[in-house]
């Protein structure tokens, strides 16, 4: 079946630092792909997608490139802010079926001033 | 503001005592979605409906029923709760197939806990 991989958690970084968390995935199709953020206390938002091949979405200076080819979808961000400490879910969601978004384990993110 | 609401956003009950989360969308999805969040395994979903009145089976289904009478509402019933049903859930929504991407909205969550 379709899953997603993304490293464990949880990820500690000093303010302004670099921030990669990988994520890889397994698709009996071409899924879209997505990042999701959960702040403390909060629900899922969007954070971005990529619906195709080589697609980069980004938005609050978090990028992530569409890898058919590593089928790999990994967050990065130049630098880091406290703000930015929340968990992480990558999903990918195939646009045919039931259309539910399969989801990692989460990554943790834990940003220190 | 276009949004996704449940209520109750706490709920502690005990074993087999019906509840019901409730989940209403304010954006005209014609899809909606129930999930459960759990540690270490991400989100699982539980039930979808593509429209009123059709509603269908996703992951983790056993326990829980839904109904989709209205278009904005979509109902999650616990007839008989266990506390294996302890977690935290999220209704979301989404416009139907030939939209771009399928992006799902989410609620703010329901942490649930049955005692």
Known sequence: ?113 | EAQVTQNPRYLITVTGKKLTVTCSQNMNHEYMSWYRQDPGLGLRQIYYSMNVEVTDKGDVPEGYKVSRKEKRNFPLILESPSPNQTSLYFCASSFPSGRSSYEQYFGPGTRLTVT
């Open chain 1, 1 to 113: 079946g379709d899953s997603v991989t993304q490293m464990e958690g949880p990820v500690t970084l000093s303010e302004e630092a670099f921030l990669t968390i990988n994520c890889t995935y397994t698709a009996t199709g071409y899924p879209s792909l997505f990042w999701y953020v959960q702040y403390p206390g909060e629900g899922l938002q969007l954070l971005l997608k990529a619906t195709k091949a080589d697609d980069k979405g980004s938005n609050k200076g978090f990028e992530a490139t569409y890898r058919k080819e590593t089928t790999s979808f990994h967050l990065e961000k130049g630098s880091v802010q406290v703000s930015d400490s929340a968990v992480y879910f990558c999903a990918l969601i195939l646009l045919t079926g039931r259309r539910a978004l399969t989801f990692g384990s989460g990554t943790r993110l834990q940003v220190q001033p």
